[in-house]
């Protein structure tokens, strides 16, 4: 039965939080695809952080994960229904060719530290090769990672914050707004996800899913937690065209 796995009320759409005082979503054991059958997914930028976690949670609820990056092959991980495929996210060929036999997509893209003070393209160049493909290749299901602060979600950065944000990550910040909006534009059955601030460590297999705009707020989560958000919206109760914020 989809869904013994997970502990949380509400169905798709609906919003399921109450501010700070939002339910904890609670993981628990294996979780399968919306049918009750394991999917295959193409998990992009699987090599770290939250990709890498995604790929271990995705394999842990049964799922056959096809993981893609640039250094894909240098995963150290094994897993008989893990297939490593090396490519650029900004290629079309490498994209068009990954997604040959997916049922979804896990987007958790991520540019070094470092380069976050020059100009950054990477998430919306990345998703306007990633979009028409999946449009093309007939997927439709995509969960994309973006942050607390994206889109429409800048708003509720409180006041003193807003400054810092802009200085540190302004630039991200403004491709992961235009990464959302094509996202939004297309004809994907689509979720994006925004932590909040990550941190590392296992997690603590919990977290909140905040859909109503009036409830979006800062706060730690860690990439273990934001993994098994994102793979928990391949089954029973997803999110289709929300972007909830997550945080613990
Ligand atoms: N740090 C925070 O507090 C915070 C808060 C909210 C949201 N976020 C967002 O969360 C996301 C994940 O961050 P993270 O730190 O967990 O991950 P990360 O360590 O930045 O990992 C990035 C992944 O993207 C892949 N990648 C980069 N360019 C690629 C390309 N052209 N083609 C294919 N793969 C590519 C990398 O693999 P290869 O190098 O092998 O290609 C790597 O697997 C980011 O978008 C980040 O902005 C971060």
Known sequence: MVGDGCSYGGRAGVDRSAGSRAPYL????????????????????????????????????????????????????????????????????????????????????????????????????ATRVLVPAMEQAGVRRLVAV?????????????????????????????????????IRESTLDWTVIRPGILVPGPGCGRARVLVEPSTWRGGLISRADVARVLVRE???????HAAPVVVW
């Open 26 to 125: 609670v993981f628990r054991n294996h979780h399968v695809g919306r049918e009750g059958l394991p999917l295959h997914v193409l998990i992009i930028g699987a090599s770290r952080g939250i990709g890498l976690e995604t790929v271990k949670a995705a394999l842990a609820a049964g799922h056959g994960v096809r993981a893609f990056s640039r250094s894909a092959d240098a995963l150290t991980l094994s897993h008989p229904k893990l297939e490593k495929h090396p490519g650029d996210a900004l290629n079309d060929g490498d994209v068009a060719a990954a997604l040959e036999g997916v049922d979804a997509v896990i987007q958790a893209l991520g540019v070094p530290a470092s380069e976050l003070r020059r100009p950054v393209s990477l998430f919306s160049s």
């Open 234 to 240: 391949l089954c029973e109760d997803p999110h289709i």
């Open 146 to 182: 973006t942050g607390f602060g994206a889109g429409d979600s800048r708003d509720a950065i409180p006041c003193p914050g807003r400054v810092p944000f802009r200085m540190l990550l302004g630039r991200a910040y403004d491709d992961k707004t235009e990464q959302e909006r094509l």
